[in-house]
């Protein structure tokens, strides 16, 4: 896993460097550049010449004779414009026409950025923002963001921000492609809250770390594809273990194979608790979930009613008669049984008669999902009170809405400044508040410890898996958790484990996903792991 930085751990980062004398801020800026141009031409290698006749620009596309490449770099009034003109630049030495526009006052730029800015105007025009005008009588092949980098916690100016809606238009009209220098301006690197911030770009290019704000909220659907360069940065800055962000972007590594020499009970013991008549299908698919993960015995407890159903539709999942809490404590005093699974189809008063006992029942693993949360929405702090640290929460934003109601308000409040407050933050107050892991359901899933461990999960940047959406999804995801917990994973590790796990079997099996195909997609996923 990789580290998700603030801009203040990213700016830490680069003074430590700067302070040891490792580099310069004008070598970085350097770096950087360069790193946007290699990137642009990794993405696009058909813009990379190597001598050869370049493709036709859209000028030429559109009646001119010329068939040089185009590019227009929006440079703005700090280091990220710094960055820009580095770009406009290097582009230039390629053989590029490219206008550079600087949104800003040139003798208020920081000194690295004047510096880049000077050695441009050398031999090149920098135009006033005020001169931008419509690009789409000579639209250009590129056109590049380097306005406002991760600093930026306020709306943008109306002008800047209908200028840079305009590069959408661009690239659907006239195919120009679009790049941003470290983060789309106008997005907030610690939120991803969107400060009137319109443009979708083809391709951001940051620099040591990828952002928070390139997974969390819309970031990801705006920044496009997120490359990430190393820019020199030798040493990761000095950061509070509390206030590390993983991203979890493989489990390699992780404990997912089994010993030859185990039997099944080593491999543990889930416990899936189920609903009523007709109510059975979530309870199901939570244990075919936690079954094919690798637990080595998954039982479903039910009520009698329900039963002959279970056993219709489940063979290799044993069964259990759990009609009152009286019948679950005696199948919880079997000491095998080391991770419990409530709510999928659970029903709210049966999930509050059963989550206490569950709960009171011994040092195990429980994940409350569902029904199990949904039954204490307007009382929970009765569920935090019976809460331990081997417990996981499950929710997703209507179930978060009901039980952090005061958390959940303050991460959708509109805010035209900064800092808001972010999903991040969000899940650790909620983990603090439970006293157990909280994982925040979503294409930006977030995972709290109460210590403050957190990592992020996200369905973006090349992971998308939409076909997620579909009734039952969450319910093998639980099935997942509680099995992962049977095998002996911790409550963090198990969580992140199975949110990966839960998305590539999803981008495996592709659209026409239904819940009940996602735990058949497990074998397949380990041969991939090479378990």
């Known amino acids: 896993m990789s580290e998700l930085l603030t801009s203040a751990q990213m700016r830490a980062s680069e003074q430590a460097a700067i302070g040891r004398g490792e580099i310069t801020g004008l070598e970085l800026m350097e770096r950087a550049g360069q790193g946007v141009v290699d990137a642009i031409f990794e993405m696009w290698p058909e813009l990379e010449t190597n001598g050869e006749e370049?493709?036709?620009?859209?000028?030429?596309?559109?009646?001119?004779?010329?068939?040089?490449?185009?590019?227009?770099?929006?440079?703005?009034?700090?280091?990220?414009?710094?960055?820009?003109?580095?770009?406009?630049?290097?582009?230039?030495?390629?053989?590029?026409?490219?206008?550079?526009?600087?949104?800003?006052?040139?003798?208020?730029?920081?000194?690295?950025?004047?510096?880049?800015?000077?050695?441009?105007?050398?031999?090149?025009?920098?135009?006033?923002?005020?001169?931008?005008?419509?690009?789409?009588?000579?639209?250009?092949?590129?056109?590049?963001?380097?306005?406002?980098?991760?600093?930026?916690?306020?709306?943008?100016?109306?002008?800047?921000?209908?200028?840079?809606?305009?590069?959408?238009?661009?690239?659907?009209?006239?195919?120009?492609?679009?790049?941003?220098?470290?983060?789309?301006?106008?997005?907030?690197?610690?939120?991803?809250?969107?400060?009137?911030?319109?443009?979708?770009?083809?391709?951001?290019?940051?620099?040591?770390?990828?952002?928070?704000?390139?997974?969390?909220?819309?970031?990801?659907?705006?920044?496009?594809?997120?490359?990430?360069?190393d820019i020199g940065l030798t040493t990761e800055p000095v950061i509070a273990r509390g206030d590390v962000v993983r991203w979890i972007e493989s489990v390699s590594g992780?404990?997912?194979?089994?010993?030859?020499?185990?039997?099944?009970?080593?491999?543990?013991?889930?416990?899936?608790?189920?609903?009523?008549?007709?109510?059975?299908?979530?309870?199901?698919?939570?244990?075919?979930?936690?079954?094919?993960?690798?637990?080595?015995?998954?039982?479903?407890?039910?009520?009698?009613?329900?039963?002959?159903?279970?056993?219709?539709?489940?063979?290799?999942?044993?069964?259990?008669?759990?009609?009152?809490?009286?019948?679950?404590?005696?199948?919880?005093a079997d000491e095998r049984i080391n991770a419990v699974c409530l709510g999928p189809g659970l029903g709210l008063e049966r999930a509050r008669k059963l989550v206490p006992i569950a709960l009171g029942a011994g040092e195990r693993s429980t994940v409350l999902d569902a029904d199990a949360l949904s039954a204490y929405a307007e009382t929970p702090d009765k569920l935090f009170d019976i809460l331990n640290d081997r417990a996981i929460l499950t929710p997703h934003g209507g179930e978060f809405a009901r039980l952090f109601p005061d958390l959940y308000g303050k991460l959708n409040a509109s805010n035209s400044k900064g800092p808001a407050y972010s999903k991040i933050e969000a899940t650790r107050d909620a983990a603090a508040r439970a006293g157990c892991v909280v994982l925040y359901k979503g294409a930006d899933t977030v995972i709290a410890a109460p210590d403050g461990r957190c990592s992020v999960h996200a369905a973006l940047h090349g992971r998308e898996a939409p076909w997620l959406a579909t009734a039952g999804s969450g319910d093998v995801l639980a099935g997942y958790i509680t099995g992962l917990l049977a095998r002996g994973l911790d409550s963090m590790t198990a969580a992140e484990t199975a949110a990966w796990l839960h998305v590539e079997c999803a981008r495996i099996f592709g659209p026409g996903l239904i819940a009940e195909d996602l735990p058949e997609q497990l074998p397949k996923v380990f041969s991939n792991l090479g378990l």
Request: hydrophobic residues 40%.
């Open 254 to 332: 992780r404990p997912l194979g089994k010993s030859v020499s185990l039997h099944k009970f080593s491999n543990g013991h889930a416990f899936v608790l189920s609903g009523g008549g007709f109510q059975t299908g979530a309870a199901r698919l939570a244990a075919r979930g936690a079954l094919r993960i690798g637990a080595g015995l998954v039982t479903i407890g039910a009520p009698r009613e329900s039963l002959p159903e279970c056993a219709a539709q489940s063979t290799a999942v044993m069964l259990k008669h759990v009609e009152t809490g009286s019948d679950l404590a005696v199948c919880l």
């Open 54 to 229: 370049p493709i036709p620009a859209p000028s030429a596309r559109f009646g001119s004779n010329e068939v040089v490449q185009q590019a227009v770099v929006i440079c703005g009034p700090g280091n990220n414009g710094g960055d820009g003109f580095v770009v406009a630049r290097l582009l230039r030495q390629r053989g590029w026409e490219v206008d550079a526009y600087l949104y800003g006052d040139t003798e208020k730029l920081p000194p690295d950025a004047r510096s880049n800015y000077e050695r441009w105007s050398e031999n090149n025009e920098t135009r006033p923002f005020e001169e931008f005008g419509d690009c789409t009588e000579t639209p250009p092949d590129l056109i590049v963001d380097a306005v406002f980098g991760t600093g930026v916690s306020r709306d943008l100016p109306r002008d800047l921000a209908l200028v840079l809606g305009a590069f959408n238009v661009l690239k659907a009209e006239f195919g120009t492609r679009s790049v941003s220098v470290d983060i789309p301006s106008g997005l907030c690197s610690d939120t991803g809250e969107n400060f009137r911030a319109s443009t979708v770009v083809d391709l951001t290019v940051t620099f040591h770390a990828a952002k928070l704000g390139h997974v969390l909220k819309g970031g990801a659907r705006q920044s496009g594809r997120l490359v990430v360069k």
